[in-house]
């Protein structure tokens, strides 16, 4: 079969190699010169399957509330008169009461384990290096945020993913870069999660896939899927149509625009995050273990000699420029723990839209065209999800029964509403 990939983010190439593994044809249509350009460029890195979870989740509602007139909040809301916005927000309130979130997370987490596992798999085989560290620190300023830590904790148990909580003399010893004058209250450590390069690993994949035969389209902008006799026939580009058996979407944010002339709705909202990218000036004041500041929602993360400093959801705003107290706030962060270890005033910034869905999960595989398929949606965790997402639809498409339960995981929630 001969099966066109839209989109070469983390999701697109990750689709398209295990498809072009499973014997198909594949083309990549791609707007960008290469992959991973836009939000899977450089975003904060961090696969810990443990702590995925929905946005939309008890308490939230609260906080961005709280949160609503301060400008170096880690959670911004711009109300706006955009009633696909309102629409989406009616939805995601709905989805943050217990019951909800508890289903949602395990639908995500269900997934994200797979993938982890997936993505090991892939760099086994492949002897991938994309910068990739052990072990993850998330650092309590205060007793009340420990405390609080007591609900993941059990959570984590339960789980069965190894952790351990540690008092402030145990943090330090573990890693010795993080700055002593400042406050930290304790840390839990996980020292099985992972942290890696999206875009270097999304760089080597599509080397492979090349290699393999996937013939991957730069600089093409798809401008519309052809619908005829109940199946798309082609998708539209400046430089003339593309035919195939088989269309896959995934196209991060542009997704739900490309699918809406279909009749098909996807309710995404672009939630925009920054990240700082700053050259490490001195390894032994940088930290071995990547970290997330929990006041702050803000992870810092080592790419080779880089760090990544990496945060803030931003909805209702429109347009893509940087916000400079974001950027300050994450610069705030770095310097509070890792002062001395990189050159923070070079620093290069970056921002990127999550495809946030209302209730959380992804929709993988099929839509209600029978030869049309999605694998979109992924909001925060789509590079800790991609690998397994992929394979879930490669598999789908090739007629296979995938490897987990896609129950809550498919578009059947939005087209037929439960
Ligand atoms: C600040 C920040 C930090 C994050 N940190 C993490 C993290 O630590 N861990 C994690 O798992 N996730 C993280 N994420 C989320 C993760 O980056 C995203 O979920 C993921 O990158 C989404 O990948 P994607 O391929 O769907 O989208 P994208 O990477 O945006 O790819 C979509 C592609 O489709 C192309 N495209 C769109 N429309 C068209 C068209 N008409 N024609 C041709 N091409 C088209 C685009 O050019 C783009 O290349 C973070 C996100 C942000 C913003």
């Not at 987490?109 to 910068?131: G, T």
């Not at 405390?147 to 069965?160: F, P």
């Amino acid at each position: 079969m001969h099966v066109v990939v839209i989109g070469a983010g983390i999701i697109g190439v990750t689709t398209a190699y295990f498809l072009r593994r499973d014997g198909h044809d594949v083309t990549v249509i791609e707007r960008r010169s290469g992959v991973a350009q836009e939000t899977s460029f450089a975003n904060a890195g961090v696969m810990a399957p443990s702590y995925v979870a929905p946005w939309s989740q008890p308490g939230m509602p609260a906080k961005v509330l709280a949160y609503l007139f301060r400008p170096e909040a880690p959670i911004v809301f711009r109300p706006s008169l955009d009633p696909a916005l309102w629409r989406w927000i009616v939805r995601w309130l709905g989805e943050c009461r217990v019951e909800r979130f508890t289903r949602n997370k395990a639908r995500m987490q269900r997934l994200a384990f797979y993938s982890q596992a997936e993505l090991r798999a892939l760099r086994v085989l492949h002897q991938l290096e994309y910068e990739q560290t052990t072990g993850y620190l998330q650092l309590f300023r205060t007793h009340v945020e420990v405390e609080r830590s007591a609900v993941t904790r059990k959570m984590l148990t339960e789980l069965g993913v190894s952790h351990r909580l540690l008092g402030t003399d145990e943090a330090h010893a573990l890693e010795p870069a993080l700055h002593a004058p400042t406050r930290l209250a304790g840390a839990l450590h996980l020292p099985d999660d992972e942290t890696g390069n999206c875009a270097f690993f999304a760089q080597q994949l599509k080397d492979i896939a090349i290699d393999d035969g996937v013939d991957f389209r730069f600089n093409v902008a798809v401008q519309g899927l052809q619908f005829e006799k109940q199946r798309i026939s082609g998708v539209r580009t400046a430089s003339g149509n593309v035919g195939g058996d088989v269309f896959v979407v995934a196209a991060g944010i542009d997704s739900a625009a490309m699918l809406r002339p279909l009749g098909i709705r996807v309710p995404m909202q672009p939630v925009k995050g920054y990240s700082a990218t700053a050259a490490i000036t001195a390894f032994e004041h940088a930290p071995r273990l990547s970290v997330m500041d929990e006041t702050y929602k803000v992870a810092i993360t080592r790419m080779g000699k880089w760090l990544r400093i990496a945060g803030t959801a931003e909805l209702g705003t429109r347009g893509m420029q940087l916000r400079d107290s974001a950027l300050r706030t994450l610069l705030k962060v770095a310097q509070d723990w890792f002062p001395y270890a990189a050159s923070y005033g070079k620093s290069r910034f970056w921002i990127g839209a999550r495809p946030m869905l209302p209730d959380g999960p992804p929709v993988l595989g099929t839509t209600p065209i029978a030869n049309l398929y999605v694998n979109t949606g992924h909001g925060s965790t789509g590079w800790v999800m991609a690998c397994g997402s992929a394979r879930v639809v490669a598999d789908v498409i090739a007629g296979k029964v995938p490897a987990i339960d896609l129950d809550g995981l498919t578009l059947d929630r939005y087209t037929h509403r439960r």
